[in-house]
Every structure is written in C-alpha cells, then in structure tokens.
C-alpha cells in the first residue's frame, strides 16, 4: 500500500514537474517570440506629428474629419492646393485657371509633367474621374454638396438624372477641364482646394474597391506615399520624388500618430517622442494659463464656432423670447476665462473674426437685466413655472478633455442663478448624441461648428430650413431667402450687407442658437527646430513644407 | 475525446454569442456613419446604408454576416472603412498578446512567490506586510496605477518611455500597470491554496512520514496549491489578451482593447461582433487548455 | 461554558471574526465612514449659510484650483467648487452603486444557482449553459448597449418624464441594475456548487422523505447553509462594483454631471497628472479614500470568509 502511494506520488511529481518546467519554457519563448516581432526596426522619421484622432479613412472622396483631412494632404492633390501662409487657394496640379465674365465657367489647366508616384501620367480623365466618383451615389462622399454648386450635380447626386455626362464637368483636352456652375460662387476656388476635389488613382481603386487604400503600392498624386497606416498607431509617409514640386518638399519621412488624450500628447512632446501637436483638443485647458506664455505654444484665430442649440420644436424654447433671454444671461466671459482659457474670443455673433470679406454684425450681449425682463414677458417672471429642461452633451472616453461637461456647469449655474431656472445636465456618448440631435430629441444641447472653407457661407448656410445641419427645427424663409439671393449676389459688398442681415435674424431676432465663443487654435511646436508651419485661419498646414531644422 | 466532443459544443456557443452580440449592437441607437456634418441629402445617406445592407431586416444581415464568415471573412469595419477586420486583427491582437503576455508573466513572477512566501510565514509580521500589499494591489485601480507610474518612471525619473509601444524600453510599465491587480489576486489565491494544501491529506501523510518541512513546503504543497491559480489563469489570460482599454489609452498602446470600446461606441456592427467572437474563442480555447492541463496536474481529475 | 463545541457555527463565526484583528479594524472604519458620510447632508442642513457656501458640493466659487486650507479642508476643483463636500457626497453615491449592485447580483445569481443546483439535470445544464454564453460575451459591449438603449428608452418613457427625482437617479438605479447584472454570473457558479453538494446530504434527503416541497427545501434548508458563502462573496464584490463604475466614469458612461461619485472625482483627478503642474489634491483625497475604502471591504470579506469557512482553521 505505502509503496504503491509512493510510486503515484513520486509519477505525479514528475510529471508536475515536467509540466511547470515546460509551461515556463513555453512561456519564455512565446514572449520572446512576441517581442522580437514587435521591435520596430525602421528609420526614424524626420518629423513627428500628434494628429488627434485616428483617421477614419483617408478616401478623399468619403473623408470628413479635419484629422483625415491633414493626412490625405500629403497623399493627394486636386487642381488648386492652399498657400500654407495665408490659406488661399494656390495652383496645385493645375498650373493656372481662367474664370468666364459671368463667374459661371471655370477652365483649369493642368501641368504636363504631371505623373503618379508609381508612374503613369496625370491628366484630365484622371481630374473628371475623380470628381465625378465623389459625385457618383454608389460612392456615397458626405461632402458632395459641396459641389452642388456645379451643373446638375446635385440632380446626379441624389439620383435624379442617371447620366453622368450632363453634369457640368468636362475634359477639353488631356491638360483642360472646364467647370459649369449653376451661377457666380465667389468661393468656388476654395472648394477646389479640398480634399473632396483630389485627383486619385483610377485603375487602383477600380481593381480594388473599397479596399483600395490598402494596395502596395499606392499610386498617389500628392508630395508624400504611403507606408503604412496601422490603425490607432500611426501613418507614415515618405517623400514622393515624382511629384511635380518634389523640390520643394523639405522632409523625407512623416510619422502621423493618432493621440486621443490631451495629457499623452503633452507627455510625448515634453519627452521629445514628438515634434509638433496640433490638434487643440490635445491641450489640457487646465494648464493654458502656464503653457500659453511658452514661445513653442503658438495659438491664432480658427474659423470655428462653439455655440448652444434650441430645439425650437418643444417648449418652451418655441418663444424667440425665451431663446433671448437665455441668451442673454450667459456670461461667455466667465466661460472664456476660467473653463477654455486659450484666449478665446467670446461670441455674439456667429461667423468667426477674420473670414474672408465678412464682418459680422453685433449679436446678443451679456445682459441678465434684459434677459429677466424678456423672461418675464414671455410668461416666466423670474423662472416661476418654467419646466425643467436638459442641456445635452457627448461624453469623451478615456483621457479626453471634459470641456463639454465644464461648460455644461457653467451655464447650468448662470440659468439657476440669473433667472431662476433648473437645467439638468445629460451626458451620452457621441453616437447617441449625434442621434439624439438629428432626431431633434434634445431641449438644448451643445454644438459647435468648424468651417469647411473661408467663406461666411459655410457658417451661414448650415441654417437654411432643409438643411441637414440645422437640427434645430428652425425654419424661416426670410432668413433662407437671404441666404440664397447672397449667394448668387456677385458684388462682395451687397453679399455681405445680405449675409449680416441674415446673421441679424440668426443670433439677435431669432436665436435658435446662441454662440459661445470662437475656437482659437491652438498648436505646439519648437520654432527653432520645426520650420513650415504657419498660423492661418483654416489650421491648413501642408505636410510638404514642414521641415525639422537639424 | 471528451475534449473534441467539447470542441463540438463551442461551435453553437460561438454561432449564439455573434448573434447576441449582433442584436445587441442593432439596439442601440444612432449608426455607425452618423456623423457631425449631416450628409448633403437624405439620399446619400440612403445609399450609404444600402452598400452595407444596413436596410435590410437584421435577421437577414446576420445571415449575410454568416455567410461571409464561413469563408473566413470577418468582413470590412463600418468605422474605419479602407480596412478589413481581419487586418485589424493581426494588427492590433499581436500587439495586445504581447502586452497580456508581459502582464501574465509579471503577475505570476509576482504573486506566486509572494503568496507562496506569505503562506509560509503565517501570522508573522512578513505575513502581514505580504498580504496588506496584495490586497493594496488588487484595490488600486489601473486608471490610477498607470499615471502614477508614468509620472514616476517617465516624468520625474526619465528612466523610462512616457508612452507609445517601439522599442523593449516600452515594453516595462504597461505590462507592470496592468498585471498588478492580477499580481495581487494571484497572491491571495496562492496563499489560500497553500494553507489549504497544508492540511490536504499528502501534506499530512508527508509530514508523518518525516519529510523536513522546507521541502515539504516546495515540492508537495505547491502542487496542490497551484491548481485554484491554474483555474484562474484561463479567464485571466483572456482578458489580458484582448487587452486591457485603460492601459491601452493611457499608454497609447495600438491593442485590441481600445476597439473593443470604441467600436461599440462607433456602432461598428461587424467590428463588434468580430472581436465578441475572438474574445469568446480565446476564452473557450483557454479554459480548454486549463482544463487540459488539470489533468496532467491530478491524475486524480477526470473526465467523462 | 465556552465550549466551542455547544455554540451554535453562527456563534462560533463570530468569536473567530472577532479575533482578526485587520477585519475588526476595516469594520470599525467602515463604521465610521459611513457615519460621517450619512450625517454631512445633516450638517450642511443646520450649517449656518457661511459654512453652506464653503461647502456645497454644487455651489461654483472663484476660488478655482486652491489648495486645501481652512475653508475648503480638501481643496477646490476647476470649478471652485470643495473637494471634502464633493468626496462625501460621491461617497454616498458610490457606497450605494456598490451595496446595491452587490445586492442585485446576490438576488439573481442565488436564485438561478440555488435553482440550477437543486433542480439538477436539464435545468441545471441549460441554466449554466446559459452563464457560460454571458460569460463570454465581453461585458463592455453589454454595458454601453444597455446604458444607451435602456437609458435613452426610459427617460423618455411617461413614467420617468414626470418626476424630477427619477431623471436624477435614473443613471444611479441604472448603473447599479446594471453593474449588478454583469456581476452576478461567478455568483451563480459558486451558489450552484454548493448547492449541488448539499443537495446530496442526509438532511436534505430526510426532508425530501418528509414529503416537503422544493422550495420549501430551498427556503428553509439551502439558503441558509450557503449564506457565509454568499456574505462573504458580497463583500469582496462590492469593492469590484466600485472598481467597475470608475471604470465606466473613465469612459464616459457613469454618473452624470453634476454629481460626483468616486469614480468621477478618480477619473477628474487623474487627468491632472502632468509633467507641469499637478493639483496633488484632486488625485489624494479621493484616491486615498477610496483605496481606504475598497481595502476595507476587502479585509472585511476575507476576515468573513475566513470566520466561517471552517477548513481554513488553523
């Protein structure tokens, strides 16, 4: 008996054995294996960059973030590109273009010593090509009303006409394309220069489909190939010698790294793993006050709005009296001074300072007296049976800044306290908001708009009464009327007397919504080391230009 | 035997948690391109949602997704739409498996030698201390742990990388970040397997039979302790392979755990269900390993 | 007199308990904290209006950022308002997320185990098969779904809409149905084992020869059998609830502005860790006491545990 126990003890030791000693090695070489597969072997890149959020994709036709925006730049070109100076419309493939008397044709002529970076020429079937896939519905681009501007592309963007050929695009010749417009758009230069207006590679993307960014190699049009681009760890770009001004392209290989945390981002600059920030969502607010008198902390004006949004469907936030009074009890100041602290300006109007050929109009000033008196006129003197509302927000997971919810206090307070009145504060992630906003299921939320061009149209326009950017309900044909005669107006001086009329009836008649503040851009880099740069009010910056001085 | 009838099973387990996962997503509202700017027409945002099914009834969509995944095709992300899933897979899951490896390691090169010493020093001051900082361990949350560490390491000492995943000198806080919590649950397990071990009837038999206690301690107890720990390891080790969200947002880390939040949060349909699966193959593969291994560990386990 | 052998096992538990001297500590602090967290809305009530200003929770201030000083014991935040107010009043939301999670996990889970384990069989096969499908789902998946659809879905139900005191606490009841649900499956297990083993004894089988009835049987002889289990398995759970919500305050989906829990103060406090400037403060305080708190409730359990678990006796 005891000799047989001992036998099974003395197996079952051994094989204990066997088996943690092979679970070890097992472990070992696993992890080596892992390790040594992990360690990048690579150059280092000449200039690295902290973009904000990871790309969603980098089609030129289907993107829409700004982050997506600043990659696909140094991917792909169209026939104007933007000075990075002052961000105006500058020859890109192009080398020039002519505009009829009337404003309504446009003829752009191509370079033609253009070609792909993996060879081929660059003509004028590629530039029709493109633009009419961004417009083609199968393709699906968000950003194709941007072209509705253009002959019959709205009709064959929402599948009216089926055929192509009657959109106002054409190819004159291998180097001419000529653009119909359905009448004079001053800024119509300005859209070219977009991504949605790039050249991209035909047979690549009709041998690969949706997939088409992913080929190796990927022909692109603009200063910078492709690498690689590995999702939530960075895109890297090297310099493309077959662009046409690849002479003046300063760097030889980009990282782009997508940050989504403003405390990360400091941490990577601070530690010398990054050149420059540029995003302004990766600043923590609460350090401005330190960080804005560093020299490598540079910040300007930026065509962007932060404002508040009422849902004039429910009460009682249908009274334009009400939505005054709001208004006016809100002190942006406060706001500007102790929650953002970049030196933003405050706002009463909507457009932001600096757009080109516009001065706004005075909107709604800080003035809780009148706010108390409106109030009380519109049937809630001092708050008394005004129905408890919710100010809705989005969330931001992990490290990101909680401005929203900051400011959701703020105002919280400045209600409560200047008129009596209880708001509640509701929280979602953005989806839901986003969902809750278009489905107008909100009593008032926060809201805030970047420009997509420098033009007051941008802002304006978002307002019209059919408009998909509304999500306010609102509607009003006087305002949508000026708009629209604005827009064929030729004369920049009666378009903007039209625009300030129709900003009047939008942040001081009407208000369906307040605006808080213009967004400042904020980017940091050090001056001495990193060239190519420049402030401009777009926050465009051409990756062919940025150059790390040694 | 059992084990491939086992096999046989999971595969109508797997089929059952896609087709939860899928609903689930379905559920929530908004979509996956809804997006800031609305689209220029209702139209196109139409078309949008037919190139991806996404207007047909969800049954039938499950059913598409099926069928796809018959040929090994996980299908494209909604979210991130220039990149198939299975590319962010063997992209992002490499990189995750290192980091719950490293963390795996750290937690069991931790806490078995500090439950294995806490144990043998019952009721003694080393006990005390030993066991104050396991459960300290277990208690600290990693969103806490991480910056700390950061700050330390990084910031003040500038011993170490601040984030990112490049080089091995990355490759040492996040793992320690996230493998102390286990490190801790690990020590109390062992220290609690041991005690138990100690009045198991071999450990009995073994002190009658003179055996010094040193090496009682080492070679008999120690096996016996080391089961509840194995036990453990399988789920463990599958949530440190998917990666842990926090660890990975805070150190920038390209894992797998960041899409499993985002993906949710970006109503990502095919993305979702694709890493629901991959979570539950890994965690039925391990516990299938762990069970493998319980019966080379006691003889005395088996199975019918 | 003393005898052991005479007491009753809850009698001869508590003697046990009693000598483990961390345990005794954690419950006494426990005691104490939830003594003061209770009465400081009490406080605030009879405070003088001075001290109501210093110390309202939601009250903004100009003294944005100020260190702890005699006015505000733990500090401000970017808002001006006082930290020691704020911890207090997030303690309250915490502890109760975490005891109720805790509670609605207890519920579920000894229910579904209680059941599968006595039922046994084909109940007991498809009741754990069913757990084994939940578990492995990941859980974050089932959280955010549930917030945004069973949230959204019923603040806008009639029912909600109508009381100020249900818009405010539906994230709280939320959170905690919530957080109870993904908790209670390890609970089942547990519960189903010891089930499954009692089910076997000879008293069960007398009753059983008795003619009682099953959930009679579950009443009065199971459940209170596996009791310590339970007890003990609920203190170390409500640590992992409060850990869980910190977790979702990170991401974004916990207690909504303006109030504050653990989680949200940790996940506020965090994020000021920079290589600048660091308000220290908003990182101690409620780091501190919350890991205070979480080591309490887990010395507590394992001192539970250890009381009544009669194969760990020295």
């Known amino acids: 008996m005891a000799a047989d126990t001992g036998r099974q003890t003395s197996k079952i030791r051994n094989r204990r054995v066997c088996i943690a000693r092979i679970w070890s090695v097992c472990l070992v070489l696993v992890s080596s294996f892992f390790i040594s597969g992990c360690i990048r072997s690579e150059a280092p890149a000449d200039v690295t960059i902290l973009n904000g959020a990871e790309p969603q994709s980098l089609d030129p036709a289907i993107l829409t973030g700004q982050a997506d925006m600043r990659v696909a730049i140094g991917l792909f070109e169209g026939v104007l590109r933007l000075d990075p100076k002052t961000a105006r419309p500058i020859p890109g493939l192009a080398e020039g273009w002519d505009v009829s008397p009337d404003g309504k044709t446009y003829t752009f002529h191509l370079r033609t010593n253009l070609v792909w970076s993996t060879g081929g020429p660059i003509l004028a079937d590629d530039v029709v090509y493109s633009w009419m896939r961004m417009l083609d519905p199968s393709t699906a681009s968000e950003y194709a009303g941007l072209f509705y501007y253009i002959t019959n592309a709205e009709a064959f963007n929402t599948g009216t006409i089926k055929d192509s050929s009657l959109v106002g695009i054409r190819k004159l010749d291998p180097y001419t394309v000529q653009v119909k417009l359905n009448h004079a758009t001053p800024f119509f230069v300005d859209i070219c220069a977009l991504p949605l207006a790039y050249v991209v590679p035909r047979q690549t993307i009709e041998k690969y489909g949706d997939r088409w960014l992913m080929a190796k190699p990927l022909p692109s049009s603009g200063p910078f190939e492709l690498v690689y681009w590995h999702l939530n760890d960075k895109v890297r770009l090297k310099k493309n010698p077959l662009y046409w001004d690849a002479a003046n392209t300063k760097s030889d290989i980009i990282d782009i790294l997508p940050v989504g945390s403003a405390s990360v981002a400091l941490n990577l600059y601070e530690h010398g793993e990054a050149d420059v920030v540029w995003d302004a969502q ?26 508040v949004r009422f849902n004039v469907t429910r009460k009682p936030f249908d009274d334009p009296r009400v939505r005054q009074a709001l208004a006016l009890a809100i002190d942006k100041k406060r706001i500007v001074e102790r929650i953002t602290r970049g030196g933003e300006e405050t706002a009463s109007y909507f457009v932001p300072d600096g757009t080109a050929d516009y001065t706004s109009p005075d909107g709604l000033e800080y003035n809780p007296g009148l706010a108390r008196k409106l109030l009380a006129e519109a049937g809630y003197p001092g708050g008394k049976g005004f129905p408890r509302f919710t100010y809705l927000f989005n969330a931001s997971a992990g490290g990101g800044s909680k401005i929203h919810e900051k400011i959701g206090i703020e105002l919280q307070q400045m209600w409560h306290d200047q008129l009596g009145i209880n708001m509640d504060l509701h929280q979602v992630e953005w989806t839901a908001y986003l969902d809750a906003l278009t489905q107008l299921n909100y009593d008032v939320a926060r809201s805030s708009w970047i420009g997509d061009y420098d033009d007051a149209n941008t802002f304006l326009g978002c307002f019209l009464s059919n408009d998909g950017n509304n999500r306010t309900g609102w509607k009003d044909p006087q305002y949508d009327s000026l708009i629209q005669q604005a827009n064929i107006e030729v004369d920049l001086k009666k378009r903007e007397q039209l625009f300030q009329q129709a900003e009047t009836i939008l942040v001081r008649d009407q208000a369906p919504i307040v605006p808080l503040y213009f967004y400042r851009g904020i980017n940091y880099f050090d001056t001495n080391k990193i060239q190519g740069i420049y402030p401009n009010i777009l926050d465009d910056h051409p990756l062919l230009s940025i150059v790390k001085v040694k | 035997m059992y084990f491939v009838r086992r096999l046989i099973f999971e595969i109508p387990l797997l089929l059952l948690i896609s087709a939860l996962a899928f609903t689930l997503m379905h559920l929530a509202p908004g979509g996956p391109f809804d997006s800031e700017r609305a689209p220029a027409s209702p139209e196109i945002e139409r078309n949008l949602h037919a190139k991806y099914h ?121 793992p320690i970040a996230l493998g102390l919590f286990f490190a801790g649950k690990i020590a109390r397990l062992m220290r609690e397997g041991m005690l138990n071990a100690m009045q198991s009837e071999f450990v009995v038999a073994a002190r009658a039979k003179g055996i010094p206690e040193n090496r009682l301690l080492l070679k008999h107890a120690v096996r016996i302790a080391i089961l509840p720990v194995v036990s453990y390891s399988g789920p463990m080790l599958a949530d440190l392979l998917t990666g842990s969200f926090v660890i990975e947002n805070i150190f920038q880390i390209p894992g797998i755990g960041v899409f499993f939040v985002n993906s949710t949060e970006n109503r990502d349909y095919t993305l979702v269900v694709g890493l629901s699966l991959l979570y539950a193959i890994l965690l039925i593969g391990l516990n299938l390993v762990v069970d493998l291994a319980y019966t080379w560990l006691d003889p005395r386990v088996k199975y019918e | 007199m003393n005898d052991p052998q005479h007491l009753s096992p809850a009698r001869r538990a508590w003697l046990r308990f009693k000598k483990n001297r961390p345990a005794v500590a954690s419950a006494w602090f426990l005691a104490v904290l939830l003594i003061i967290v209770l009465s400081w809305p009490l406080v605030l009530k009879v405070a003088g209006a001075h001290f109501l200003q210093a110390h309202d929770p939601d009250l903004l201030s100009d003294a944005q950022f100020s260190p702890p000083d005699a006015t505000h014991w733990f500090g401000t935040d970017v808002h001006g308002r006082d930290l020691f107010s704020r911890i207090m009043f997030g303690a309250q939301i915490s502890l109760l997320v975490g005891v109720v999670g805790a509670i609605v996990s207890l519920v579920i889970g000894v229910a579904w185990g209680a059941i599968a384990g006595y039922a046994g069989g084909r109940t007991d096969a498809v009741l754990m098969r069913i757990v084994d499908v939940l578990y492995s789902l990941p859980t974050i998946i089932f959280v955010i779904v549930l917030f945004t659809t069973v949230g959204e879905s019923a603040r806008q139900s009639a029912f909600v809409k109508h009381s100020p005191f249900l818009i405010n606490s539906l994230q709280i009841i939320l959170l905690f149905t919530g957080l109870g649900a993904v908790s209670w499956l390890t609970m089942a297990r547990i519960v189903r084992g010891q089930v499954l083993s009692l089910r076997s004894r000879a008293f069960v089988e007398a009753s059983q020869a008795l003619g009682a009835r099953p959930h009679w049987i579950l009443a009065r002889h199971i459940i209170p059998n596996i009791l310590g289990v339970v007890i003990t398995y609920l203190a170390l759970t409500v640590p992992a609830i409060i850990l869980y919500e910190s977790f979702l305050s990170f991401l974004g989906l916990g207690i909504q502005p303006p109030m504050a829990s653990w989680g949200t103060l940790m996940a506020e406090g965090v994020s000021q860790i920079n290589p600048i400037r660091i308000y220290w403060w908003l990182i101690v305080f409620p780091g501190g006491i919350l890991v205070a708190t979480l080591l309490a409730l887990n010395f507590l359990g394992d001192g539970l545990r250890d009381a009544w678990d009669v194969k760990n006796r020295n």
């Open chain 1, 282 to 307: 990766l600043i923590p607010s609460e350090l401005l006050d330190v960080l804005l008198k560093r020299p490598d902390f540079h910040t300007f004006n930026y065509l962007g709005t932060y404002f």
């Open chain 2, 54 to 174: 996404l207007n047909d009834p969800v049954w039938k969509q499950y059913l598409d997704y099926l069928g796809n995944l018959a040929h090994g095709d996980f299908g494209a992300s909604l979210k991130y739409r220039d990149h198939s899933i299975n590319d962010i897979i063997t992209q992002a899951l490499p990189v995750s498996a290192t980091l719950g490896f490293l963390a795996f390691g750290f937690a069991m090169g931790v806490g078995l030698p500090l439950g294995f010493f806490t144990a043998a020093k019952r009721g003694r001051w080393e006990d005390f201390a030993g066991s104050f900082l396991a459960v300290l361990a277990v208690c600290i949350p990693a969103l806490v742990v991480a910056p700390l560490l950061i700050l330390i390491f990084s910031i003040k000492l500038r011993l170490l990388p601040v984030a990112l995943w490049e080089t091995p000198w990355h490759m040492i806080l996040p």
